[in-house]
Nanobody, 113 residues
C-alpha cells in the first residue's frame, strides 16, 4: 500500500513563495507519475500539476509560469515550488499517486493579500 505525506504548507503574503513536498513510501514498484491537486473552501478539488515517469509536466492554466513540479526519484519525493502566490491560491494541497489512486492527507496553504 502506498502512503503519501505532504509537508511545506503555511501562511504567506501575496507575492511570496512556498515549496511543498510529497514523500511516497510503501509498495511502489516504480516511482511513476505523481500529481498535485488543491481544494479551496466551498469548491471542488482541482488539478494543479502532474509529472510523469518520463519527467513530462502538465500544469493547470491558473498556475502556469508560477508553479513548478519536480521529483527526486531516489527519495520517492515530488515537489511543488509555488512562486508569486496569490490569495486565490489559498487551499488545501493534496498529493496524488495516479497509478494507485492514493491521496495524501493534505497541507494547508494560506495566502494573505
Amino acid at each position: 500500500q502506498v502512503q503519501l505525506v505532504e509537508s511545506g504548507g503555511g501562511l504567506v503574503q501575496a507575492g511570496e513563495s512556498l515549496r511543498l513536498s510529497c514523500a511516497a513510501s510503501g509498495n511502489m514498484r516504480s516511482f511513476n507519475g505523481m500529481a498535485w491537486y488543491r481544494q479551496a473552501p466551498g469548491k471542488q478539488r482541482e488539478f494543479v500539476a502532474l509529472i510523469n515517469s518520463g519527467g513530462t509536466t502538465i500544469y493547470a492554466e491558473s498556475v502556469k509560469g508560477r508553479f513548478t513540479i519536480s521529483r527526486d526519484n531516489a527519495k520517492n519525493t515530488v515537489y511543488l515550488q509555488m512562486n508569486s502566490l496569490k490569495a486565490e491560491d489559498t487551499a488545501v494541497y493534496y498529493c496524488n499517486h495516479p497509478a494507485t489512486g492514493r491521496w495524501g492527507q493534505g497541507t494547508q496553504v494560506t495566502v494573505s493579500s
